[in-house]
């Protein structure tokens, strides 16, 4: 390892075999096969005679001509360039990318499960509507809701519906309401649903120490407003120490308070929304109850409203019914206010089994105890690299914390040079330049997966690319250097990327 490019932390990344991969179609060989079919024993027919006119191609598709076992090799070596939480520390902010326990996964794949067909009847599905039904109760006891649907296949989707049932709450009652507030520090999402609605976004600015003040709701907040959209905690990882003064102010005025669930992996046992003054809230069942990320999914977003709004879930309900005999599950249509279906069927139903998995493995002392790792190990953080990086709200934090390249300044080196070195020490980067009112930012969630020995390692490596930072501020800035390509061209790859072969 030369002097030159310091290697990365031991125990974390090493070096060995790393293999260049084309696409598949730059190894296909014309009449290469990969697979051996028996001659047939029944009459040859032509697709073009029984399918439907143009549902056959005039020519076949282009398709790579690949041995079975150059097939097996291109994807596993294409599985072994993803960063997964499996290997180590994921430390996206905002996101929580906590460790997937395989009994979710072993519990997901038992037959009855996976092999569920989403239009049989409620007759032939009992075993998973009663496990949909517990789930959504679960759900509502967790975060002190009335009522939960599972329907919003991702969380965006489910902020989508909350704000769709808060719309229809206040056009039910003959209200013309068209502004949502949202604050500075709320996600990225929050406005762009608010707006899908057709709703005008108001900005709430925060206070100096990093939350929202009642006074700052108090001014903005009247008869033209249909609620507000919170984080909580907010994207700084901070508590919002006055919703409870903040929900008063906007139900005194007839608005309606969202909460995005987003960070509830802060609150599990803790803290209720639904006793803070929330009306409606999505859950991310990715980020909380370790349900898996992006190519693992797909998504899940349930929706959890107080009574005020149950009339508007949408459809169908899953409904029990006790009878002499014992229970049974339904699906119930006849919500005359819902806001309509939002799903093809009830959800991605494999994510409610591996929540549902999830909660009845830890229990409610397991998932309070999730939630204190959670908020320990960032605290942790904050308290070992205050002294290498800037805090620009240095407090107390919750699950995250963020951090900024200030006192890096002088160095030329920028937020985006830390994370790209990091990946040299064998790490996902954290969350860059997010939350926005962070110039800089650096966002880490740790979450409660980690132990002390796994953050001091992390912690090992960012203070290694601090004092780097000032000793040979080049090496950092033009990082990676042990991956198989070095820094791209990311402006480029945005303007022009190169969507097709």
Same mark, same amino acid.
């Given at each position: 390892?030369?002097?030159?490019?310091?290697?990365?932390?031991?125990?974390?990344?090493?070096?060995?075999?790393?293999?260049?991969?084309?696409?598949?179609?730059?190894?296909?060989?014309?009449?290469?096969?990969?697979?051996?079919?028996?001659?047939?024993?029944?009459?040859?027919?032509?697709? &073009?005679?029984?399918?439907?006119?143009?549902?056959?191609?005039?020519?076949?598709?282009? @398709?790579?001509?690949?041995?079975?076992?150059?097939?097996?090799?291109?994807?596993?070596?294409?599985?072994?360039?993803?960063?997964?939480?499996?290997?180590?520390?994921?430390?996206?902010?905002?996101?929580?990318?906590?460790?997937?326990?395989?009994?979710?996964? /072993?519990?997901?794949?038992?037959?009855?499960? +996976?092999?569920?067909?989403?239009?049989?009847?409620?007759?032939?599905?009992?075993?998973?509507?009663?496990?949909?039904?517990?789930?959504?109760?679960?759900?509502?006891?967790?975060?002190?809701?009335?009522?939960?649907?599972?329907?919003?296949?991702?969380?965006?989707?489910?902020?989508?519906?909350?704000?769709?049932?808060?719309?229809?709450?206040?056009?039910?009652?003959?209200?013309?309401?068209?502004?949502? @507030?949202?604050?500075?520090?709320?996600?990225?999402?929050?406005? &762009?649903?608010?707006?899908?609605?057709?709703?005008?976004?108001?900005?709430?600015?925060?206070?100096?120490?990093?939350?929202?003040?009642?006074?700052?709701?108090?001014?903005?907040?009247?008869?033209?407003?249909?609620?507000?959209?919170?984080?909580?905690?907010?994207?700084?990882?901070?508590?919002?120490?006055?919703?409870? &003064?903040?929900?008063?102010?906007?139900?005194?005025?007839?608005?309606?308070?969202?909460?995005?669930?987003?960070?509830?992996?802060?609150?599990?046992?803790?803290? /209720?929304?639904?006793?803070?003054?929330?009306?409606?809230?999505?859950?991310?069942?990715?980020?909380?109850?370790?349900?898996?990320?992006?190519?693992?999914?797909?998504?899940?977003?349930?929706?959890?409203?107080?009574?005020?709004?149950?009339?508007?879930?949408?459809?169908?309900?899953?409904?029990?019914?006790?009878?002499?005999?014992?229970?049974?599950?339904?699906?119930?249509?006849?919500?005359?206010?819902?806001?309509?279906?939002?799903?093809?069927?009830?959800?991605?139903?494999?994510?409610?089994?591996?929540?549902?998995?999830?909660?009845?493995?830890?229990?409610?002392?397991?998932?309070?105890?999730?939630?204190?790792?959670?908020?320990?190990?960032?605290?942790?953080? @904050? +308290?070992?690299?205050?002294?290498?990086?800037?805090?620009?709200?240095?407090?107390?934090?919750?699950?995250?914390?963020?951090?900024?390249?200030?006192?890096? &300044?002088?160095?030329?080196?920028?937020?985006?040079?830390?994370?790209?070195?990091?990946?040299?020490?064998?790490?996902?980067?954290?969350?860059?330049?997010?939350?926005?009112?962070?110039?800089?930012?650096?966002?880490?969630?740790?979450?409660?997966?980690?132990?002390?020995?796994?953050?001091?390692?992390?912690?090992?490596?960012?203070?290694?690319?601090? /004092?780097? +930072?000032?000793?040979?501020?080049?090496?950092?800035?033009?990082?990676?250097?042990?991956?198989?390509?070095?820094?791209?061209?990311?402006?480029?790859?945005?303007?022009?990327?190169?969507? /097709?072969?």
């Amino acid at each position: 390892m030369s002097a030159e490019r310091p290697g990365p932390a031991p125990e974390n990344a090493v070096r060995g075999l790393a293999y260049e991969e084309p696409l598949s179609i730059e190894r296909s060989r014309p009449g290469r096969i990969g697979w051996s079919l028996p001659e047939l024993d029944v009459p040859a027919v032509d697709p &073009a005679d029984v399918w439907p006119e143009g549902s056959v191609r005039s020519e076949p598709a282009e @398709l790579p001509e690949l041995s079975e076992v150059e097939v097996v090799r291109h994807f596993t070596r294409l599985s072994t360039w993803n960063a997964a939480v499996d290997l180590g520390l994921y430390p996206l902010g905002s996101c929580t990318m906590k460790y997937n326990p395989k009994i979710n996964e /072993r519990a997901a794949r038992l037959d009855g499960f +996976a092999g569920c067909h989403p239009m049989q009847p409620p007759s032939e599905a009992q075993g998973f509507l009663q496990l949909c039904w517990e789930l959504e109760q679960m759900l509502a006891e967790i975060s002190g809701m009335d009522r939960v649907t599972l329907q919003p296949a991702a969380g965006a989707q489910g902020e989508l519906a909350g704000v769709m049932m808060i719309r229809a709450y206040h056009e039910h009652r003959g209200e013309k309401r068209h502004k949502i @507030l949202i604050p500075e520090s709320a996600h990225g999402t929050n406005p &762009a649903s608010a707006a899908l609605n057709g709703y005008d976004v108001v900005p709430v600015p925060g206070g100096s120490d990093g939350v929202l003040h009642p006074e700052a709701v108090d001014a903005l907040m009247d008869e033209t407003v249909a609620g507000l959209m919170l984080t909580n905690p907010n994207t700084l990882g901070l508590f919002e120490e006055h919703i409870v &003064a903040i929900a008063e102010i906007v139900h005194s005025r007839g608005g309606l308070i969202y909460g995005d669930g987003a960070n509830l992996n802060a609150l599990l046992g803790i803290a /209720r929304p639904g006793d803070l003054g929330i009306d409606v809230m999505h859950f991310n069942l990715h980020k909380t109850f370790s349900t898996p990320h992006g190519g693992g999914g797909p998504g899940s977003g349930p929706v959890g409203v107080k009574n005020i709004l149950a009339t508007y879930l949408p459809t169908p309900v899953i409904q029990k019914v006790e009878g002499e005999e014992g229970d049974c599950f339904t699906l119930d249509h006849e919500f005359p206010h819902s806001i309509g279906r939002l799903h093809g069927n009830l959800g991605n139903l494999g994510m409610a089994v591996r929540a549902w998995t999830y909660i009845r493995s830890l229990g409610r002392e397991g998932l309070r105890r999730c939630s204190d790792m959670a908020v320990l190990n960032a605290n942790y953080l @904050l +308290a070992r690299l205050r002294e290498s990086y800037h805090v620009p709200f240095d407090r107390a934090v919750m699950h995250e914390v963020v951090f900024s390249d200030r006192n890096l &300044a002088e160095t030329g080196v920028t937020t985006l040079d830390v994370a790209k070195r990091l990946i040299d020490h064998g790490y996902h980067p954290p969350t860059i330049y997010f939350p926005l009112i962070v110039h800089g930012a650096l966002m880490i969630e740790p979450t409660e997966s980690e132990s002390m020995e796994g953050l001091d390692r992390f912690v090992e490596s960012l203070e290694a690319i601090a /004092r780097e +930072a000032k000793e040979d501020p080049e090496t950092v800035k033009t990082a990676p250097h042990h991956t198989r390509h070095t820094r791209l061209d990311e402006t480029r790859a945005a303007r022009k990327p190169v969507l /097709r072969w």
